[in-house]
């Protein structure tokens, strides 16, 4: 997996709770994402940064919010999880984001199985 | 809005014959499209990317062709094997990727 690693793999929350995913890397990528994959929805991007303290919203960014205050971590927290968050999530770096170079391709990490009960 | 969009949510097909899954875009015209794969329980990985002027890309078995009058990348895998029973992803690129839903191919032996 490209020298990603994300933490926790498996994690089950009660609603309410702050809940904290961790992404890391080890290839020195100036960019990584959040996303989360459900059924019918395929894979949507929650956040990205593109820098350290550099982040900026996706498409479903309600309710998370993110931090990256060392190029190789990105955190994703949940402050108040709810059972519409219970979903896959997956971490991916790239190291541009130009939208015409080879260089945006991404790498994904494991993901984590989150279920909010 | 700009969308991707895989047609297909599933194809099966017999060993040994060739898979072809569709990728279409609208109100957009991306520099490039990739193609991932992705297994049950892990992250998608990478496996083409095709630019807008290139007509056509192959990698063993694999071939991606772009066309851009119908706005519409078409991925091939000739003499399918069940090992390549997965989902497959179209993407386009921009600020960030933009994901399609993916098609699952199942192939039979």
């Known amino acids: 997996d490209a020298g990603i690693t994300q933490s926790p793999r498996h994690k089950v929350t009660e609603t309410g709770t702050p809940v904290t995913l961790r992404c890391h890397q080890t290839e020195n990528h100036r960019y990584m994402y959040w996303y989360r994959q459900d059924p019918g929805h395929g894979l949507r991007l929650i956040h990205y940064?593109?820098?350290?303290?550099?982040?900026d919203k996706g498409e479903v960014s309600d309710g998370y919010s993110v931090s990256r205050s060392k190029t190789e971590d990105f955190l994703l927290t949940l402050e108040s999880a709810t059972s519409s968050q219970t979903s896959v999530y997956f971490c991916a770096i790239s190291e541009s984001a130009s939208g015409e170079s080879s260089t945006d391709t991404q790498y994904f990490g494991p993901g984590t199985r989150l279920t909010v009960l | 809005s700009q969308k991707i969009e895989q047609n297909s949510e599933a194809l099966n097909i017999q060993e040994g014959k060739t898979a072809t899954l569709t990728c279409n875009y609208t109100?957009?015209?991306?520099?490039?499209l990739q193609w991932y794969r992705q297994d049950p329980g892990r992250g998608p990985v990478f496996l083409l990317l095709?630019?807008?002027?290139?007509k056509e890309k192959r990698k063993e078995r694999l071939k991606v062709t772009f066309d851009t009058t119908l706005k519409q990348s078409l991925f091939h895998i000739t003499a399918s094997q069940p090992a390549d029973s997965a989902t497959y992803l179209c993407?386009?690129?921009?600020?960030?990727?933009?994901f399609g839903k993916g098609t699952t191919l199942s192939v039979s032996s």
């Open positions: 993407a386009r690129g921009g600020t960030a990727l933009i």
């Open positions: 095709i630019r807008e002027n290139e």
């Open positions: 940064s593109y820098g350290v303290k550099d982040t």
């Open positions: 109100n957009y015209s991306p520099a490039y």
